[in-house]
């Protein structure tokens, strides 16, 4: 299903997802993206290399240190599917330390006809929609809002 939806924002992850974890899932990482079916491919871990000095010299080491949008075209639908399989993966670091994932990514489909954020709570992706409430006194003549 195409669409017409910009995503924005991100999801800090930490600590960050060590690159053992990540290794062998490609539909969590950078570089040309093909997810894996039959998993919804909204949203990816986004790896940086750092370097590191050791007492080997400098290491290059990736790390997952954020969800973020695929990119492309996409009707964002199935975001919070997509956050919710990463959070779930990756929920707890290699020495079973819970991580903390902290941001939201900001959906705008069309030219504006809906919003959406999609952010953790308790370990779990939620979506959350924007509220719309008139302002005190905009009645109709009958002062019936």
């Known amino acids: 299903m195409s669409g017409d939806a910009r995503i924005t924002g991100r999801i800090n992850i930490d600590p960050p997802i060590t690159w053992a974890e990540l290794a062998g899932k490609t539909w969590a990482t950078e570089g040309d993206y093909e ?3 039959p998993y919804a491919a909204d949203a990816k871990v986004l790896v940086e290399h750092r370097d590191v000095d050791t007492d080997l010299g400098v290491l290059s080491v990736r790390l997952g ?5 695929v990119g492309g075209e996409t009707s964002a639908y199935t975001l919070t599917q997509s956050v ?3 959070v779930a993966e990756f929920r707890t670091d290699p020495n079973g330390t819970m ?3 902290k941001g939201f990514l900001h959906v705008v489909w069309g030219r504006g006809e809906e919003s959406w954020r999609v952010h953790v709570v308790d370990g779990h992706a939620v979506e959350s929609r924007p509220v719309m409430a008139w302002p ?4 109709d003549e009958d002062g019936v809002a």
Request: charged share 30%; net charge negative; hydrophobic share 45%.
């Open 136 to 139: 005190v006194g905009a009645h």
């Open 84 to 86: 919710e399989r990463i």
């Open 99 to 101: 991580r903390t994932f």
């Open 35 to 37: 997810p894996d079916p």
């Open 65 to 69: 240190v954020a969800i973020v949008e």
